[in-house]
Each structure stands twice: as structure tokens, then as C-alpha cells.
């Protein structure tokens, strides 16, 4: 399945719109303000890349044809080191639905270095940054069957925590000839303030591809080769995901949204999303 933005955060602003709506209003009635949605990330090694959109009311009909035309194309979007900054181009890229993504050409990710995105659009500029922070070294990786199953299991993981500094990782796994990407694990997004310099064993559950069909099957199977990506991030990309994912899976139901916000990094009017950096480390496990 190709990776659809859009889905991911089209919605996020009716989890606020309906909350504490009361039975008495017309929902049909309510007014809405589309915005606009970033969804940007730069990894060590690899080129900056944007995806933008406008997000649509809850209420809107949704299809291939409708998505497109939410994306936005016509934006002029630039990355700058603090030395170095790069125009991004809008390059087709089948890998995503809609297949429009702004990349860097020359650009690529360096650990520990700070990273400005300036989006200017319609005469409104849009800003963030992120920070590549050093990648992760897990100490050891292993899958156990789960009892009554006999052919499926988890995977986990164990990391030292380096000390003295708050860390903050998001992990992802790809399945070989099923996945044709890198998926976030179920709830992804951890902090250290319960293991910080300490030696923490965690459970890698294997993520949904698609957030509007979240299924229940978070095994791994015998047979599986599986691709881990291990990455460190830094607060505010860490705050964006921790509370996109808290609605998500938690709640699940705009209708029964907590009502908390989610922490965008991105500066501007009317806008949502994030500009994240990743500081990755590349593992493979062959399930036996």
C-alpha cells in the first residue's frame, strides 16, 4: 500500500472541532477553515523530503480524486543548515499517494546538525526546526512466540540509555516482499524519563499501514525477515507523534476525542503538522 499523508492528518482538526460539541448542535451547521498540513522529515543520509496538503472537515467526502486535491503545489519550500540551504523541488515519487513530494537534489541529513524549514505560500510563510540528534546502537534483538500461537510473536529490543541528557526514539519495522516501506511500530514514540541511563527492553508491535483501517495484528511470524529502523529524535518531533498517536490509538474516535491538542512544531497561521528530524540506525532479523 502506498503511503497516504493525507489520512494521517486530514482529521486532526475536527478531533478538536468536535470535542465538547453538545447534542443540541447541528454538526452539519459547524463551520470549518481548512489548513494547512506539513508533513516533513530529514534523516541522517538521506535528502530532506515535504508532503503538503490541506486538511478537510470531518464531514467531507473522501476519495483518490478528492485527495489530490488537497495537495498542495505550488508552495516555495527551502531547507537551510544554518551554511548551506536548498530550494526543494516537486518530484513525483510512487511511493506516496498522491505522488507529489518536495525533495532536496544536492541536500542530505547530518547527525547533530540543525535543520530550518521555511514554506512560503500565498503570501503567508510557514517555519520550523529540527534537530538530527546521534542515532541509537540497540544492544540485541529477538523474537518470542506468543503462548497459543504457533507461528507468531513478537519482537524485542534492548538499548542503553545513555545518561545525562533526556533521549527521545521512535523505532519502525519493514517486513521483506509485504512492506513495501518502513512502518512506525505500534505507539512508536517513547521518551526515557522512566529508563534515562538505564538499560530498557522493549516491545517492537507491528504498526497499521493505513490509520483509517487500524487492525488488531501486531504479530510477526516465523519466515518473517524483518527490517528495523532505530531512531532518535529530538522533544518537539517527539511531542508531535507522542500526541498524534495518544488520539489515534487511544481514542481512535473523533467523537470521543480527549480534547488535548496536538503539538505541531510548525510556526504560522492556521497550520498543522511537523518537521522532524531522525537520527537512524539500520538493523535486519531473520524470525526462526
Not at 45 to 74: C, G, W
Not at 230 to 235: E, G, T, V
Request: proline share 6%.
Amino acid at each position: 500500500m502506498k503511503r497516504c499523508y493525507v489520512f494521517l492528518l486530514f482529521a486532526l482538526p475536527a478531533l478538536g472541532l468536535l470535542h465538547g460539541c453538545t447534542p443540541e448542535t447541528d454538526l452539519d451547521e459547524l463551520d470549518y477553515t481548512p489548513k494547512l498540513v506539513v508533513d516533513g522529515a530529514i534523516e541522517n543520509r538521506q535528502p530532506p523530503r515535504v508532503v503538503l496538503s490541506h486538511s478537510a472537515s470531518y464531514f467531507d467526502n473522501i476519495d483518490s480524486a478528492s485527495i489530490r486535491k488537497l495537495m498542495e503545489t505550488t508552495a516555495k519550500v527551502t531547507v537551510s543548515d544554518g551554511e548551506h540551504q536548498e530550494v526543494l523541488t516537486l518530484q513525483p515519487n510512487r511511493g506516496f499517494f498522491p505522488p507529489y513530494v518536495y525533495e532536496a537534489n544536492t541536500m542530505r541529513g547530518e547527525v547533530g546538525k540543525t535543520y530550518t524549514l521555511t514554506i512560503d505560500l500565498k503570501g503567508k510563510r510557514y517555519t520550523a526546526t529540527t534537530t538530527i540528534p546521534t542515532p541509537p546502537s540497540l544492544d540485541s534483538l529477538w523474537f518470542e512466540l506468543t503462548p497459543g500461537k504457533d507461528s507468531l510473536g513478537y519482537l524485542y529490543g534492548r538499548l542503553s540509555d545513555p545518561p545525562d541528557v533526556a533521549n527521545y526514539y521512535r523505532v519502525f519495522t519493514q517486513r521483506q516482499t509485504t512492506d513495501d516501506r518502513y512502518i512506525p511500530m505500534y505507539q512508536s514514540a517513547v521518551g526515557d524519563q522512566y529508563f534515562n541511563g538505564k538499560q530498557f527492553t522493549f516491545t517492537i508491535l507491528r504498526g497499521p499501514d493505513d490509520f483509517t483501517n487500524i487492525v488488531d495484528d501486531l504479530y510477526f511470524s516465523r519466515g518473517d525477515t524483518v527490517f528495523i529502523k532505530a531512531c532518535s529524535i529530538d522533544r518537539s518531533h517527539f511531542d508531535f507523534w507522542r500526541t498524534l498517536e495518544r488520539e489515534l490509538y487511544v481514542v481512535g474516535n473523533p467523537f470521543a476525542s480527549s480534547g488535548n491538542d496536538i503539538l505541531s512544531n510548525i510556526k504560522g497561521d492556521n497550520v498543522l503538522g511537523v518537521w522532524g528530524g531522525y537520527g537512524s540506525t539500520y538493523y535486519r532479523t531473520i524470525i526462526r
